[in-house]
Structure formats: structure tokens, C-alpha cells
């Protein structure tokens, strides 16, 4: 399916409301039925049409439509964040008993749905080193039941080889899912590498506007029908209407914005790797990136997220170069239109900070839209007060 025509046109009927362009806001928490008997069809089967917004919506079914065309999927459910669908789509799979090999490092709330949460139902999870696909077959058990992948993760960007894994996976009837927030769809189509269900937080690229919380879970029809009648009706974590709507948006501009912003992350970053106080950059599609084969063989671009290791002793210096910064804003997140730095530094305690540890000194940048020139000159102030 063309990528336009998916997001101008899939999923919108506008002879359904009065030929307006934009689809309407559905802001409706029930829909009502003519006959008992068709009462009764939805009631039976809710998967089919618009009973309750719990359940299914117009306005979130056209973001349906369209987020799993995008990812090459049959079907789409949409959250109300991220961590919803992690959640939802993880409990889905697993059982009491059941074993999970989950990646390093995953997204936080990954990492302790995993550690903290899944252990009080019986499941006991693996983490592996995830770049090397050896790592995976030793973790394996006869239990295992979900191999759980993030593929760059979001501050590293540590790969996995996914075609690899998920063939591993298949060959031993395990479930596989991948968090795909860093590429979207449109740099990485997991599903097409044999990955069953694939979760992006669409509060990043997505949305594109830092104005909205969601999340997207993507498979085969069979598979969301199953989370849709179980988990998701149960849990009760779908995205509301309004904001179903400001996804739709973001999605009309996001193919450009990512083009902005990875034509504008290769200009900071050739830049970067010349400036003495870089110690390192990371950045998958960087040709010094230890997996750089993997990432162009199994992606498509890269866009916005870098680290930059600075070359400086002291937690001062660090917190100096952030605080100075005067166009990058300092914040969690990414995926917006304004570019972001994120300070490993700040996720420790001040007096742990170890300057023998490379990560420490780590400060994630997220390169938003504005003008590449514009960005470089702030970088460069702020790294001359250090
Ligand atoms: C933000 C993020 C999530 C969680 O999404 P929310 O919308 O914040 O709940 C999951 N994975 C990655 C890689 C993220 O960056």
C-alpha cells in the first residue's frame, strides 16, 4: 500500500460526515442500536463494531486502519501510552510458569513490568546481551514463551539481529515482540522480519507534537482479536477519542518531519564528531557505530535520537554544558517538534556520578525542527562554558 494513501485517505469515508476533511472527534462513550437483535450481535461479539468506547470508536478506528497498514500488519490496537500496550501486549502472552528473554536494557517501564511485576504471577524473565544471537539461544528453556526485543533501544541504540531472533523464536513456537518506537514504521518493519507483535509509543514520532500520550500493538488479525475481547477490554487502557484525533494529525506530516529531522541529525552530528570535547557519538547509521551493517541492512533510516559522550572529568561539567543550553530544552521524551537533551547524570543520585563510567557522561540529544544552523550554534556555546 502506498504511504500517502494510507495517510490521506485509508479508513476515511467522508460521506459519513458532511464531505469534511478532517474525521470528526467521536466523543461519544456509547452508541445505540435500532433493534434488539442487533443489540444483541454486538453484545456477543464486540469485536465487530461500535458498542462502547472501550471497546472500539470511529475516530480511533481510522487511526486503527492506518497505524497497522503502516506497519505491514493485519490489525491494530491503539492506547492510551506507550507503557499501556507493553503492558497489555506482555500479559497477552505470558502465564504463570512461563519464561521471557527480554533484552538489556529495555525501555524502563519494560524493565519493570519484567523485574517487578511479572514475578507476583510466575514469570521469571532472562535479560540478554541482545547483540549477539547466541546469547538468546542460551537463555532458552523449555517455558520460554515471549522473547521481548527493542531494536536500536533509545539511548545506545543497541541492535538485535531480528530476522535471526525471530526465526530462532519460530522454530521453538515462542512469541516474539519488538518495542519499535526509535524507527516507526516507516524506518523498520518488524512484522516483514517475522515479528508477531510490534509496539511503538506513539508519543514520540507519531503524535509529533508533544502534546499527546499513546501507544500503538500491531499483529495478525487472529492475535488483536484475542487481546482485543481479553486484555484490552479488560484493562480498560484505549486511547480517548480526542486525542486519537491528534495522532491522525502528526500522522500527515510525520514522513516529512522525520526527513527534517534526519537530514538535521546528520548535520549536528558531523559536527559533533569534530568538536574536541566529544569524546564518542552514538547514532545507528553513524559508519563508526559498532553494529552499523546491521542497522543499514535492517533499517531503513534513523532519525533525531543521539548520544554524545562528553570529554570531561567532573559532573559539573556535564550539568554546566546542559544548563547552558539555551534552544535544546531539557526534558524526558523525544519525537516532538523541539529538540531535547537528556543528561544520564540526572537519573542518579549527584554523588554517584563515577567519571570511570562512559555512560555517566552520556547526554542523549533529540534533534527536533528547527533549523539545523540554529541548533549547532547553541551546542556551541554551551560547550565552550565547559
Ligand atoms: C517513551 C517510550 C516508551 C513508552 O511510551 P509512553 O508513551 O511514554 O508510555 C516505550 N519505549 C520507548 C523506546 C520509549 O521511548
Known amino acids: 500500500m502506498d ?39 454486538l453484545l456477543l461479539d464486540e469485536y ?3 458498542l462502547y468506547s472501550r471497546g472500539h470508536n470511529p475516530t480511533i ?68 546481551d541482545g547483540t549477539d544471537i547466541a546469547n ?14 527493542e531494536s536500536p533501544n533509545s539511548f545506545t541504540f543497541e541492535l538485535q539481529d531480528i530476522k535471526a531472533v525471530a526465526q530462532l523464536a519460530r522454530s521453538r513456537n515462542i512469541t516474539t515482540m519488538i518495542d519499535n518506537s526509535y524507527c516507526t514504521p516507516l524506518y523498520q518493519q518488524p512484522h516483514l522480519m517475522g515479528i508477531d507483535l510490534c509496539l511503538q509509543s506513539a508519543t514520540k514520532f507519531i503524535s509529533g507534537h508533544s502534546d ?5 500493538l500491531t499483529g495478525s488479525q487472529e492475535k488483536i482479536r484475542r487481546i482485543f475481547v481479553s486484555e484490552y ?18 500522522l500527515r506530516t510525520l514522513e516529512i518531519r522525520l526527513q527534517r529531522s534526519a537530514d538535521s541529525t546528520r548535520q549536528v552530528l558531523a559536527w559533533l564528531k569534530e568538536h574536541p570535547l566529544i569524546h564518542k557519538v552514538f547514532f545507528p547509521l553513524d559508519p563508526d557505530f559498532p553494529q552499523f551493517e546491521l542497522a543499514n541492512s535492517q533499517m ?10 562528553l570529554k570531561v572529568e567532573r559532573r559539573e561539567q556535564v550539568e554546566l554544558f546542559c544548563n547552558s543550553l539555551k534552544h535544546f530544552l ?40 528547527e533549523d539545523p544552523a540554529y541548533l549547532i550554534k547553541d551546542l556551541e556555546q554551551a560547550l565552550s562554558k565547559i
Open 136 to 149: 538468546f539461544e542460551k537463555a532458552l528453556r523449555p517455558n520460554t514463551r515471549l522473547i521481548y526485543l
Open 212 to 216: 499527546t500520550m499513546a501507544g500503538v
Open 300 to 309: 531503513k533510516g534513523a532519525a533525531g535520537l543521539l548520544t554524545i559522550q
Open 3 to 41: 504511504l500517502s494513501f494510507i495517510i490521506n485517505e485509508l479508513g476515511e469515508d467522508r460521506e459519513q460526515y458532511f464531505n469534511a476533511i478532517a474525521p470528526p472527534i467521536m466523543q461519544s462513550s456509547n452508541f445505540a442500536f435500532e433493534t434488539v437483535a442487533a443489540m444483541r450481535d
Open 48 to 50: 465487530k463494531g461500535f
Open 330 to 369: 531539557m526534558a524526558v521524551s523525544w519525537g516532538g517538534h523541539e529538540s531535547l537533551a537528556f543528561p544520564a547524570c540526572a537519573s542518579l543520585e549527584a554523588d554517584s556520578f563515577d567519571p570511570g563510567e562512559p555512560k555517566h557522561k552520556m547526554v542523549r540529544l533529540y534533534i527536533g525542527l
Open 233 to 250: 477490554l479488560n484493562i480498560g487502557s484505549g486511547i480517548a477519542p480526542f486525542n486519537a484525533w491528534l495522532l491522525l494529525r502528526g
Open 61 to 128: 478506528d481510522i487511526l486503527r486502519q492506518k497505524l497497522a497498514a503502516l506497519d505491514g500488519a493485519e490489525d491494530a490496537l491503539v492506547f492510551g501510552s506507550g507503557a499501556a500496550a507493553i503492558f497489555t501486549g506482555v500479559l497477552s502472552v505470558v502465564q504463570q510458569g512461563d519464561h521471557v528473554i527480554c533484552v538489556r536494557d529495555p525501555y524502563n517501564w519494560a524493565r519493570q513490568l519484567f523485574e517487578i511485576i511479572l514475578p507476583k504471577f510466575g514469570v521469571e524473565t532472562t535479560f540478554v
